[in-house]
T-cell receptor
Framework: SAVISQKPSRDICQRGTSLTIQCQVD?????MFWYRQQPGQSLTLIAT?????????ESGFVIDKFPISRPNLTFSTLTVSNMSPEDSSIYLC???????????FGDGTRLSIL | EDQVTQSPEALRLQEGESSSLNCSYT??????LFWYRQDPGKGPEFLFT???AGEEKEKERLKATLTKKESFLHITAPKPEDSATYLC??????????FGAGTRLFVKA
């Protein structure tokens, strides 16, 4: 399966600032996703990162708050903008090679906002 | 509405005490069901894929089974290193992936 690297692995940020999280895959993949996971909770899908076009956001998530880029089939970024303490969470990147196949995940970015 | 429910929320076992985790689903057309293991500070690690009722998959102390309404993850003679959160996910007929809330497993030596 694909090897997925996320950077940074963790960060502590000030309220009102923005942070960009990178996701690099060692092979070309069709689908890439961004999730949020609150401590002790399951995964919440933020958006599907589409190569060469705007991301598809889930209900409750907007582009102004979580802009996503996907310039090619191996790389994507998620920016968490104008952060508040409520954005403290783990952000996970995942990939899927086919619509009937399981997703594979990076190790996530643990974000804390003071 | 498509839904995935895992039970119990948490399970505490003694080493060697076998048990099962449950994943029940209500979806419009199941295309696949997946089990993951997640350790603290890590992303979910893929374990098994099940596509049709009656299918079974096995790996070391873990065995996953699937019926038309639910899946079980059986853990035989667990060890402390099996302690983790186990997540279930389904792909619906509309190609949407839905994750359950997970079962936190604690195995005591």
């Amino acid at each position: 399966s694909a090897v997925i690297s996320q950077k940074p692995s963790r960060d502590i940020c000030q309220r009102g600032t923005s942070l960009t999280i990178q996701c690099q895959v060692d092979s070309q993949v069709t689908m890439m996703f961004w999730y949020r996971q609150q401590p002790g909770q399951s995964l919440t899908l933020i958006a599907t990162a589409n190569q060469g076009s705007e991301a598809t956001y889930e209900s409750g998530f907007v582009i102004d708050k979580f802009p996503i880029s996907r310039p090619n089939l191996t790389f994507s970024t998620l920016t968490v903008s104008n952060m508040s303490p409520e954005d403290s969470s783990i952000y996970l990147c995942s990939v899927m090679t086919d619509s009937n196949q399981p997703q594979h995940f990076g190790d996530g970015t643990r974000l804390s906002i003071l | 509405e498509d839904q995935v429910t895992q039970s119990p929320e948490a399970l505490r076992l003694q080493e060697g005490e076998s048990s099962s985790l449950n994943c029940s689903y209500t979806v419009s057309g199941l295309r696949g069901l997946f089990w993951y293991r997640q350790d603290p500070g890590k992303g979910p690690e893929f374990l098994f894929t099940l596509y049709s009722a009656g299918e079974e998959k096995e790996k070391e102390r873990l065995k996953a089974t699937l019926t038309k309404k639910e899946s079980f993850l059986h853990i035989t003679a667990p060890k402390p290193e099996d302690s983790a959160t186990y997540l279930c996910a389904v792909i619906t007929g509309g190609f949407k992936t839905i994750f359950g809330a997970g079962t936190r497993l604690f195995v005591k030596a």
